[in-house]
């Protein structure tokens, strides 16, 4: 899915729909098609191409500052977790428990796995002699952007590949 203007609606390489969505979006005649893939869809009365990428018909304007949600504070993270560096069984963190006053923002939760986690308990990072790699921070659309071209998606078409990374800098 890409924006009115062709580049990605997200930090993510592609902003990704499901085919259905796809289809649905073409026949309300929401986005045009780009390209397509060599499968087809069919009904009694109707059979078309699958969409591969397609474009919005109206520019959606991008978000200043990220949704604050658990797979945004991952990707900050690097799908990291903050006291150890294990990159699996990941859930959040409050650095400073709620039970002690502690937010759940951007400034106050890092992602942790879950063994991590549980040894930090409702304690401060002192207390649990436990501080996190990096300082959480609410991160720019950039951040994450940036952090998003290390975890691209696992299946990239062919007919994708003129739409990843539009704002790299070109090799001359």
């Not at 993270?77 to 400073?96: A, K, N, P, S």
């Not at 921070?137 to 994450?144: C, I, W």
Request: charged letters at 25%; a neutral charge; one cysteine or more.
């Amino acid at each position: 899915m890409l924006n009115a203007d062709y580049r990605p609606l997200s930090y993510y390489p592609l902003s990704l729909w499901g085919w259905q969505d796809a289809i649905k979006a073409v026949f309300l005649d929401r986005v045009n098609i780009v390209s397509e893939y060599d499968k087809t869809v069919k009904s009694p009365s109707f059979e078309m191409r699958l969409p591969s990428v397609v474009s919005l018909k109206e520019y959606v304007r991008p978000t200043r500052q990220p949704a604050f949600t658990r797979f945004n504070v991952f990707l900050r993270d690097r799908f990291t977790c903050q006291y150890c560096g294990e990159h699996d069984e990941l859930t959040f963190d409050h650095v400073i428990p709620r039970s002690k006053g502690g937010a759940t923002t951007w400034e106050n939760v890092v992602a942790a796995c879950s063994p991590c986690n549980l040894r930090k308990g409702d304690r401060l990072p002192k207390e649990a002699h436990m501080s996190p790699a990096q300082a959480p921070f609410q991160p720019s659309v950039a951040d994450l952007h940036r952090n998003g071209r290390l975890f691209p998606p696992n299946y990239l078409h062919e007919s994708w590949m003129d739409y990843l990374y539009w704002d790299s800098v070109l090799e001359p």
